[in-house]
T-cell receptor, first 115, second 114 residues
Framework: AAGVIQSPRHLIKEKRETATLKCYPI?????VYWYQQGPGQDPQFLIS???????DKGSIPDRFSAQQFSDYHSELNMSSLELGDSALYFC??????????????FGEGSRLTVL | QQQVKQSPQSLIVQKGGISIINCAYENTAFDYFPWYQQFPGKGPALLIAIRPDVSEKKEGRFTISFNKSAKQFSLHIMDSQPGDSATYFCAALAGGTSYGKLTFGQGTILTVHP
């Protein structure tokens, strides 16, 4: 079965640089979520989309932005990178009905390292 | 402030034993409580979920118990196997208003020795 695809899997950037992460949700899923997981931490909700419209925001820094495109893929843009942005970034997708019961399908994550 | 508190942080169990992970929450708006399993280098995967109108749910070797009055829930893994070694996260969701906005516990690293 198709899963959530994230790219790149690993990314190394310098402080103050910009990074873009991509997510391709499972076909026919109408919701997309971005989570950030620091080392040894639990995943923290960043932002979500329903049918390409932003639906909710969590603890996402103003330096970060995200959007979902007409083909349903989503991108997370991070600017003015800081050392503390080093983390695993997960994208998840689901149907609205399943998401309402907490059932999300996570990708394998993109590991961002900021030097 | 951690809205969902999970314990223990780590757990070592012998093969065949019972693994028990506990979680507690404060926000009474939470009404779905999924458990996620995460292997190293992988994303979290849904294991089992429960609603607060159900006191217990069992799927194979995995059982969730829920105590609504105490605002606590737990995961029991019966006959634990080395392949169960992973990080387990409890989570909570306020369904109907926060689709997919999961609040996770801190995680429990489970190690099952052969």
């Amino acid at each position: 079965a198709a899963g959530v695809i994230q790219s790149p899997r690993h990314l190394i950037k310098e402080k103050r640089e910009t990074a873009t992460l991509k997510c391709y949700p499972i076909p026919r899923h109408d919701t997309v979520y971005w989570y950030q997981q620091g080392p040894g931490q639990d995943p923290q909700f960043l932002i979500s989309f329903y049918e390409k419209m932003q639906s909710d925001k969590g603890s996402i820094p103003d330096r970060f932005s995200a959007q979902q495109f007409s083909d349903y893929h989503s991108e997370l843009n991070m600017s003015s990178l800081e050392l503390g942005d080093s983390a695993l970034y997960f994208c998840a997708s689901s149907s609205l009905v399943r998401a309402n019961t907490g059932e999300l399908f996570f990708g394998e994550g993109s590991r961002l390292t900021v030097l | 402030q951690q809205q969902v508190k999970q314990s223990p942080q780590s757990l070592i169990v012998q093969k065949g034993g019972i693994s028990i992970i506990n979680c507690a929450y404060e926000n009474t708006a939470f009404d779905y409580f999924p458990w996620y399993q995460q292997f190293p280098g992988k994303g979290p995967a849904l294991l089992i979920a429960i609603r607060p109108d159900v006191s217990e749910k069992k799927e194979g070797r995995f059982t969730i118990s829920f105590n609504k009055s105490a605002k606590q829930f737990s995961l029991h893994i019966m006959d634990s196997q080395p392949g169960d070694s992973a990080t387990y996260f409890c989570a909570a969701l306020a369904g109907g208003t926060s689709y997919g906005k999961l609040t996770f516990g801190q995680g429990t690293i489970l190690t099952v020795h052969p």
